[in-house]
């Protein structure tokens, strides 16, 4: 399946908190949009791999995401080298997108940057013909670079370079991030607390999102910082 969007997550929910009202106005707009989870999570405090994987398929119902696939990656572990590389590579090539999201340049937790840095130097390789990967079905992959690249903002502020409208799709985004119920805010969970699992957190994403909003002037915003400059043809393409 050829994509217009793909989005790359260092960890199932990443992409759901910091880039979900991005791909659910891309889907409402007829693109088709797809998530590619480098790690299953397994290092997190609470739940465990298979219930973080059955909340990953809910979200993806939720958003109406047409394509989810996890690379199985060691969480805090994987490095950006060669073996890693070629896995994001294949996925790139496999699903040929447009426009590559990916984790915060810098972050909180040392994954979205590390991650950050993978995917974005396998877009560049993706390019080379020269580099050999097989897709599922054992045949040779045509390389393939993304035309653009934009790396959403997580737990740390960073400022954007471009904020994406979300007002129309925030609650949706917000009901996807739910679906992660053993990560987040549940009164009835006896699991330990973490950073993200109590009831100020999820204020914390809706303050960000309507920081983000209030920098163009609508109500709910997700921000992105650039590689390159962003240029346009036409002058009211900008709001």
């Not at 890693?84 to 340049?105: D, F, G, S, T, W």
């Not at 996807?176 to 969970?189: G, T, V, Y």
Request: charged share 25%; hydrophobic share 40%.
């Amino acid at each position: 399946m050829k994509l217009d969007i793909l989005a790359f997550a260092a960890h199932p929910d990443d992409a759901e908190m910091s880039c979900g009202g991005t791909l659910l106005s891309h889907i409402a707009m007829g693109k088709k949009v797809g998530i590619v989870d480098l790690t299953r999570g397994e290092l997190g405090t609470r739940g465990t791999p298979e219930i973080r994987a059955q909340e990953a398929e809910a979200a993806t119902r939720i958003m109406g995401i047409h394509t989810r696939e996890n690379l199985g990656m060691a969480d805090g572990f994987f490095r950006n080298d060669q073996e890693h590389q070629l896995k994001v590579i294949q996925a790139i090539r496999k699903y040929q997108p447009e426009i590559v999201l990916m984790n915060a340049i810098s972050d909180r937790h040392s994954d979205h940057g590390r991650g950050s840095v993978l995917v974005s130097e396998s877009c560049f390789l993706s390019g080379l013909k020269m580099i050999e990967t097989v897709g599922d079905n054992g045949e040779k992959q045509a390389a393939w670079r993304p035309k653009n690249m934009y790396h959403y903002i997580q737990d740390r502020r960073h400022t954007p370079d471009l904020v994406v409208d979300i007002s129309a799709h925030w609650e949706k985004k917000a009901e996807a991030i739910k679906a992660f119920r053993s990560q987040f805010f549940d009164p009835n969970s006896n699991e330990p607390n973490t950073y993200i699992s109590s009831p100020e957190f999820m204020k914390f994403l809706e303050a960000r999102a309507r920081d983000f909003g209030h920098l163009i002037g609508v109500e709910f915003g997700e921000g992105y910082t650039v590689e390159r400059n962003v240029g346009v043809k036409d002058l009211f393409d900008l709001v």
